[in-house]
């Protein structure tokens, strides 16, 4: 009889111990993820923040599905605000978001993985070299640099830009102080405007391989293009925000309905 008694207090020791010990530890570590719909806002991945790598994750943050490296430069729709709270307060936020390009591609990542696209105005800025920084540094700015190297020669002008802004279909009134204006949003057949339409949002790379041979159909080939050599006024607004409507940067409803399109582009000669 004094064999089981003992086995029997060993197995009741052993059970107390193991049901002790993790209730201090789990208590340290508890997480709320909490989400808020905001519809779709556009975003880039930020690549100054991936570097060497950045992580997509699934719905409940378990699983890594996609390492962001592999998509640079990748245009995202935010659907969600997913804050990660520890003890009831915010440690980090997180994106529900999907690929513009591939609606397989999609889950939670961290916020400061991305930019929000966000398209200036030409009107606000104060000189010809502020609007030439904010076009060489701005992330929503892609398609509009790959663009200006079609036309190596030319200047950009803000304030020809601020005219392109304005509709670029006729121009029936021309800008104060330039000639010779000519449309290049708007050649023959609506295009090469109606092409970035079609594509909005679209990779940089094959959108401007197709505009090429579109001007050079038309006869806009790149000794013509390189001939000219005065001002170009250029707005690309390429399905981004009208500005950044939030006081923490966040996305917001509002933002899904502020945004824009907008294929301005023109060639002139300054009068002086």
């Known amino acids: ?50 570097k060497s790598g950045g992580y997509i994750w699934n719905a409940r943050h378990t699983k890594k599905l996609h390492n962001l490296k592999n998509y640079p430069y990748t245009r995202w729709n935010v659907t969600n605000i997913v804050t990660k709270k520890q003890n009831g307060k915010a440690v980090s936020y997180y994106y529900e978001l999907t690929s513009k390009t591939n609606p397989k591609v999609k889950g939670i990542a961290w916020s400061k993985y991305f930019t929000k696209i966000i398209a200036q105005n030409p009107a606000s800025f104060s000189s010809d070299a502020a609007y030439l920084k904010y076009i060489q540094t701005d992330p929503s700015q892609r398609l509009t640099r790959a663009i200006l190297k079609l036309y190596p020669n030319v200047t950009v002008s803000a304030k020809l830009s601020a005219y392109a802004n304005t509709g670029a279909y006729s121009y029936i009134q021309k800008p104060v102080g330039f000639k010779n204006v000519i449309n290049i949003s708007y050649i023959q057949n609506s295009q090469p405007a109606i092409g970035l339409w079609s594509t909005m949002g679209q990779p940089v790379a094959p959108r401007i391989k197709t505009m090429t041979a579109q001007l050079d159909a038309m006869g806009y080939t790149a000794a013509k293009r390189a001939s000219f050599t005065g001002n170009i006024g250029i707005f690309i607004a390429d399905e981004a925000n009208d500005g950044d409507n939030s006081q923490d940067g966040l996305p917001t409803r509002d933002e899904s309905e502020g945004q824009m399109t907008s294929y301005g582009m023109v060639l002139a000669t300054p009068t002086k």
């Open 1 to 50: 009889m004094k064999k089981p008694l003992k086995l029997l207090l060993t197995l009741a020791l052993v059970t107390v111990g193991a049901v002790a010990l993790p209730v201090t530890a789990q208590a340290k570590t508890t997480y709320q993820i909490t989400s808020k719909f905001v519809d779709d806002v556009p975003y880039t991945t930020n690549m100054k923040t991936v």
